[in-house]
């Protein structure tokens, strides 16, 4: 139950989701990767061969050998063919996949699930996507391919989902499949993570070089505000520069961007605006897939208050409230104020981090009330204390806290809240708690 409670799906729609599937792809940048393999592990119907890599291999030959040794440790008699196959002086991608493949088929005839753990330690070369279309077509029925890792490569999976070989796990509350997204015109994939320091991954690869701090800024301005004018943009970045100046910094600017969103067309990387630009406003570009995570948290919270089926309420609060890893671009806005042009943006920054701060709490705040409906005190005191961390000065939130301290017998914690907030309150804004604060302190210490 509790792997259900987390992930939000039960084992019942897991392995509907799965059967049937040569490849299960367990999706990146998810939480729930590793609570996966405990549904694996509690279908006994099904045989786990897990096999994590242990390190950065150097070739695909070295991961296979190493796979061989480590497994034989609990299958003695796995691994014969491809044992073989590796030893020779430059072995192929095929004759590799079908050596693997015969050997997984003396592990009897009962379904198999071959999981393997951080593949993105194998190198991500031809000879790897060679390897991967003849294991997948050499697969004995019985056995299904499971793969986790840090960086699922578009490229190298995408027509297996497409067909129906593979299924994409870990996006089950997203607005779409991310990477996996399939549409009729192949478009880059493109996620962006607002939610912490700030990264963006095109096509499953994060982008590490940016060409200088600029284009990065401006890349999560347009990714965070789907509609802008040039007034908008050059009012936040180019305040200080004459028009022509701040256009020609601009595109140079926005160029750079579409530099990072690319998509090889077989022949070569093509490049894509971020953006498209008509009736005088900046819009997403039609052209790129992309997730957002701070748009999927919004739209959570603005759909959870606004339905009245309670079941699908606590699912969005739940959702929002693990989307929120961290403030909206964590301290990003430091290194802009060492520079005095660039107050503009760290301003931006800071009242957007406050915004969303604000709805946080509030998701917070709500899934404590509905559990205290419950009776689910424990659950709703950590809600609460989660929400005050956030909103230190809401007497309200301490209120609820008093209140379920009392009745949870805590009565030492009661004084300590209200001493707490009374100290707050002096200290930031020279006031003392509201009358009805006072009063029901005092109701609750004479009780």
């Not at 693997?100 to 070369?125: A, C, E, H, M, R």
């Not at 949870?408 to 907030?421: C, E, I, T």
Request: charged share 25%.
């Amino acid at each position: 139950m509790m792997y259900q409670e987390i992930t939000r799906v039960s084992l019942d729609e897991f392995r509907e989701k799965t059967y049937g599937k040569r490849l299960v792809l367990l999706y990146p940048q998810t939480p729930y990767r590793n609570l996966f393999l405990s549904h694996f592990l509690a279908d006994d119907k099904q045989t786990l061969v897990y096999y994590c890599i242990p390190h950065h291999m150097k070739s695909l030959r070295e991961w296979l050998s190493d796979m061989v040794t480590t497994l034989q440790a609990s299958y003695p008699t796995f691994g014969e063919k491809l044992s073989e196959a590796v030893k020779k002086k430059s072995p192929s991608a095929e004759y590799l996949a079908e050596s693997l493949s015969s050997d997984l088929s003396v592990l009897g005839n009962k379904p198999v699930t071959l999981y393997i753990d951080q593949l993105d330690y194998v190198p991500f070369d031809e000879k790897f996507n060679d390897f991967i279309v003849n294991f997948i077509d050499n697969l004995p029925n019985h056995i299904q391919w499971v793969v986790s890792s840090r960086v699922l490569a578009y490229q190298t999976w995408r027509d297996y989902v497409a067909n129906g070989i593979a299924v994409v796990l870990g996006t089950e509350r997203r607005a779409n499949d991310v990477i996996f997204t399939i549409e009729e015109q192949i478009k880059p994939q493109l996620e962006v993570y607002a939610f912490g320091r700030g990264h963006a991954i095109v096509n499953g690869q994060e982008i590490t070089s940016w060409d200088g701090a600029l284009p990065r800024n401006l890349f999560f301005y347009f990714v965070d505000n789907p509609l802008l004018t040039r007034d908008d943009i050059f009012t936040t970045f180019w305040t200080n520069l004459p028009v022509k100046e701040a256009t020609n910094v601009f595109h140079v600017t926005k160029r750079k961007i579409s530099e990072r969103i690319t998509l090889w067309d077989g022949e070569k990387d093509v490049t894509y605006e971020l953006t498209t630009y008509a009736s005088g406003f900046y819009t997403p570009s039609p052209l790129v897939v992309r997730h957002y995570d701070v748009a999927e948290f919004q739209s959570a919270i603005d759909t959870a208050m606004l339905t009245s089926d309670m079941h699908l309420k606590e699912q969005l609060y739940r959702y929002a409230i693990d989307l929120y890893k961290s403030p909206f671009l964590d301290k990003m806005e430091h290194r802009l104020e060492q520079k005095d042009e660039n107050h503009r943006v760290a301003q931006w920054i800071r009242s957007r981090r406050l915004e969303l701060q604000q709805l946080y709490a509030q998701a917070l705040i709500n899934m404590g009330r509905i559990c205290k409906n419950r009776n689910e005190l424990q659950s709703a005191l950590g809600y609460f204390n989660r929400a005050v961390h956030e909103l230190p000065e809401r007497e309200d939130i301490h209120r609820e806290i008093m209140q379920l301290y009392y009745q949870l017998g805590m009565k030492a914690d009661v004084d300590r809240q209200y001493q707490y907030l009374k100290e707050l309150l002096d200290t930031r804004l020279g006031i003392k708690p509201a009358p009805v604060t006072a009063e029901l302190y005092t109701t609750l210490s004479r009780s």
